[in-house]
């Protein structure tokens, strides 16, 4: 029996490991087959604070596994296949293992929701991004594409006219899904130009990404972009499949949560991207499994009154 499950091994899951065993709670971290998160699949991180100099996202990831083992937690390089809730203890199951737990943090992370082109795999940070925040330092005065009608299109773009000469918007539809302020703010900037009715039919380059084929889908021709860079901002997909039955998701499948990092099953706690789609960096995510962490060591103590 474990003090504390954690799935998932992003900042969120390893910070809350580090706060676990440092209050010296018996804990495990299981921490699915591709451990890291999405840092894995960036380059430098130069806005992760303790770094002046930048860090690769897989090395901060690295050094994050290598300080919460050193703190205590047991880490298992396993996929959690289903977990069960309404059960007390809680138990949390692998293909070949199960576990019984007092408390259970859920940061199992969300991934973005990806065009489905072979370029855009091949080029993924080498000019392909989901991240403005992120990578948008790296294109100054390049011409930028940014894919997406939503508040995340809009956002991305109007933060890349700091650093690119124009960013396009590449849009399927007639008409953005942002909200009308979000979507005022990117169209009243010069440097943004709008490409509606457009879809994204490949993406090319050599070494690094070059330029993207669109299709318009009312005249059906194709025009070739060059750009330096293309920030693909289509929405994120939540990794919390396993929790359906479990837990309360909203609509798009983010775990609810209340009084900070509680879910709706006691005991449960939830922290990073699975149920933040505002913020979404690393160091929210880190802060997050700090707050999760200090709301189990307070549950497990008055469990034990
Ligand atoms: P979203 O609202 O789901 O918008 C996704 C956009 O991508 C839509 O315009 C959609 O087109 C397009 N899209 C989806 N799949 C596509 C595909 N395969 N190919 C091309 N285009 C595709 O996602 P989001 O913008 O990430 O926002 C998610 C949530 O976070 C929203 O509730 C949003 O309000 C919130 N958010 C808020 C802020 C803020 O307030 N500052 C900032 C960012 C996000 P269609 O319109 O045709 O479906």
Redesign the pocket.
């Known amino acids: 029996m474990y003090d504390v499950v954690i799935i998932g091994a992003g900042p969120a899951g390893y910070t809350a490991g580090i706060y676990c065993s440092r209050a010296r709670h018996n804990t495990l971290l299981i921490s699915g087959i591709l451990p890291g998160g999405q840092l894995m699949n960036t380059t430098d991180v130069e806005n992760y604070p303790g770094f002046s100099d930048g860090i690769m996202g897989p090395d901060l990831m690295t050094v994050m596994r290598k300080q919460t083992e050193k703190m205590g937690t047991k880490i298992i390089d396993d996929e959690v296949t289903s977990v069960d809730f309404q059960t007390n203890p809680l138990k949390v199951k692998t293909a070949s293992e199960e576990f019984e737990a007092r408390t259970v943090i859920v940061c199992t992370g969300a991934n973005p929701?990806?065009?489905?082109l072979d370029g855009e795999q091949t080029f993924a940070g080498k000019g392909v991004s989901y991240c403005a925040t992120c990578d948008g330092a790296f294109f100054k005065d390049q011409e930028l594409i940014v894919?997406?009608?939503?508040?995340?299109?809009?956002?991305?773009a109007t933060f890349l006219t700091k650093f690119a000469s124009t960013v396009h918007i590449?849009?399927?539809?007639e008409?953005?899904?942002?909200?009308k302020i979000?979507q005022e703010r990117a169209l009243a900037n010069e440097k943004i130009k709008v490409h509606f009715n457009c879809?994204?039919k490949d993406i090319q380059g050599d070494q690094k990404f070059r330029k993207v084929i669109l299709n318009n889908t009312k005249t059906n021709e194709d025009e070739t972009l060059d750009a330096g860079g293309l920030f693909?901002?289509?929405?994120?997909e939540p990794n919390s499949k396993m929790f359906q039955n479990q837990l309360e998701l909203d609509e798009?499948g983010y775990v609810i949560i209340k009084n900070n990092t509680e879910t709706s099953i006691s005991g449960v706690f939830c922290a990073g991207d699975v149920h933040d789609?505002?913020y979404r960096q690393a160091v929210t995510a880190a802060g997050f499994g700090c707050m999760a962490a200090i709301d189990v060591d307070k549950y497990l103590a008055e469990s034990k009154n």
């Open positions: 929701r990806k065009i489905g894919v997406g009608g939503g508040d995340s299109a809009m956002e991305e590449i849009h399927r539809r008409e953005f899904r942002a909200s979000m879809t994204v693909v901002a289509i929405g994120h798009n789609h505002r």
